[in-house]
């Protein structure tokens, strides 16, 4: 196949590109293509205007270019224009290409200068051009302006290497010839993924606006900073000659004279210039498209295999088979109660690195959420005191008695008891709005068939509020069997006896031990009880 042949194939690619944007799906296939990437200023659209011969890209301070620009040149006996996303329309005057540009563009990036990754689809026919299909990304920028966010350069550089990483990529590295290449940002890109500079072309812009007395000889030559495809030289228009109208081929030819007539470079001006820029670029798509053929062949086809695979499963459908109908309804209720699961056990697919949730929240619930409600249940030691006291002499009543009576025992201590109903409940309600929350997540999948989730999601939370309540009356059942009997008999508990000997070694220990020991034996029941009631009731275990 002769090199004409090979260069038809860059109109299928184009195809294919249009194919995948057409459907709004991101191409798994490393189609081959050439992207051109720079920093703002370093003459980008400038180049590829002159390819065009028409001035058609918007222009302006700050990032002019904010999302990427497919712009494929078909060589053809009249001129036109036509975008992707206006399928029909014919645009034969470049001043409306410009205004559709920035239209579409702000359609989805908004007027704050933001960027977006999607993709602006141009063909442009031509008698003037060659085949070629280019990416004119977003200029390389330091420093947000405007309403832009803060982090404007990383989203630059992660939509750059986008397309740049891929193997099938050539890298058109555009950098202006009054700076130095040592700090160039797109050879610095390029370098990051093509080390040995095998997919890399460079061209150096605004050579006839070096200081007098320096050029950039060795870099044309290759041999400061050599890549393996060369360098190229272009001089663009200046901004007095943009905005006079200055026309691109007088322009053109003012290129030409200026490469034939420069010491430095006129013993290569045939290798100089926009026209040989355009030729060298379409000569290595075509070559590039030979090289990766094979190994791009060899995917597609074992794409296609995959897919006619997925699709033997469907031949003969019928939408209208009740069986097959009942079979997808089957699955995708059991996937969602597979994915209920996953949520509760821990063990799905994705993890959530943001919050928790599922399991992991039900989880802190139980060991950090609830036992906090319980240390909320503050006991104020004097009401405490007060409390006991009422309820010995209210038990007493015209009678004075010796000892504590259990009756105001039992009356203290289930009054504390039954202030844990308040954070048990609480603690159930905490649990069921986690599982409702989780069975909406799970539901997700069910989208698109709205009636469905919405059936799903009634019929599984009704089940849980069903629960719920049989939950709650078993956590108060609990309860109340703790009310119904205080176990004195247990081991933890100190009782009278217990409490006795504990203070007789705290007096013994005591300076006061002596004065204590004189007490004398008829001691009202009064101080005794006030006496008794804080060893016996303070130390009830949990309390």
């Not at 390389?140 to 992660?158: F, L, N, S």
């Not at 062949?297 to 699709?311: G, P």
Request: include cysteine.
């Amino acid at each position: 196949m002769g090199n004409r042949g090979m260069e038809d194939l860059i109109p299928l690619v184009n195809k294919l590109q249009d194919a995948f944007s057409g459907i709004g799906q991101s191409c798994n296939l490393d189609l081959p293509q050439i992207a051109v990437v720079g920093g703002q200023s370093a003459g980008k659209s400038s180049v590829l205007e002159n390819f065009v011969g028409r001035d058609f890209l918007p222009r302006g301070s700050g990032i002019v270019t904010r999302r990427p620009l497919v712009l494929q040149l078909i060589s053809a006996n009249a001129e036109w224009a036509e975008f992707l996303h206006c399928k029909g329309k014919k645009f034969t005057d470049f001043d409306e290409v410009r205004q559709e540009i920035e239209a579409e563009t702000d359609r989805i990036t908004g007027a704050n200068k933001g960027i977006s990754p999607v993709p602006i689809n141009l063909r442009v026919y031509s008698p003037h051009v060659l085949n070629l299909t280019l990416i004119d990304l977003p200029g390389i920028t330091k420093v947000p302006v405007g309403d832009q966010p803060a982090d404007i350069e990383q989203q630059i550089r992660d939509m750059i290497m986008q397309f740049i990483c891929r193997e099938s990529c050539l890298i058109l590295a555009v950098t202006p010839a009054n700076s130095d290449l040592a700090n160039s940002d797109a050879l610095k890109l390029a370098k990051d993924v093509d080390p040995q500079g095998q997919r890399t072309i460079g061209v150096i812009t605004k050579l006839d606006l070096m200081d007098e007395g320096t050029d950039a000889r060795e870099v044309l030559e290759n041999k400061l900073l050599p890549l393996r495809r060369g360098y190229i030289g272009v001089v663009n228009r200046s901004q007095k000659d943009i905005d006079g109208k200055k026309d691109i081929k007088m322009a053109m030819a003012a290129e030409r004279k200026f490469f034939l007539t420069h010491p430095a470079y006129r013993h290569m001006a045939e290798k100089m210039g926009t026209p040989c820029l355009q030729k060298v670029l379409n000569q290595q798509l075509t070559n590039h498209i030979r090289d990766t053929l094979p190994a791009f062949r060899s995917k597609l086809q074992t794409q296609l295999l995959s897919l006619d695979k997925e699709a033997e499963e469907y031949r003969g459908y019928r939408p209208d088979d009740p069986g097959r109908k009942t079979k997808q309804l089957l699955q995708m209720v059991q996937q969602f109660s597979v994915d209920f699961e996953k949520r509760i056990e821990g063990s799905g697919d994705q993890v959530d690195t943001v919050e928790l949730s599922g399991g992991a929240k039900i989880n802190r619930i139980f060991h950090e959420r609830f036992p906090f409600e319980l240390v909320k249940m503050e006991c104020d030691d004097k009401e405490m005191r007060r409390e006991i006291s009422y309820a010995i002499k209210n038990i007493h009543g015209i009678r004075t008695g010796l000892f504590t009576p259990d009756m105001a025992f039992e009356a203290i201590v289930k009054k504390q008891i039954v202030k844990i109903k308040e954070p048990c409940i609480k603690c159930v309600d905490m649990v069921i709005q986690e599982l409702i929350n989780t069975v909406r997540q799970c539901t997700n999948k069910l989208d698109c068939f709205p009636r469905l989730r919405e059936e799903t999601e009634r019929i599984v939370t009704s089940h849980i509020r069903d629960r719920e309540s049989r939950a709650k009356d078993q956590v108060l059942l609990l309860i109340d069997v703790q009310l119904s009997y205080i176990n004195t008999n247990h081991e933890d508990f100190i009782g009278f006896a217990n409490a006795q000997q504990s203070s007789k070694q705290s007096n013994k220990q005591s300076s006061a031990a002596s004065q204590v020991s004189q007490v004398p034996p008829c001691i009202s029941s009064q101080t005794l009880s006030e006496n008794l009631s804080s060893p016996v009731l303070g130390v009830w275990p949990g309390w």
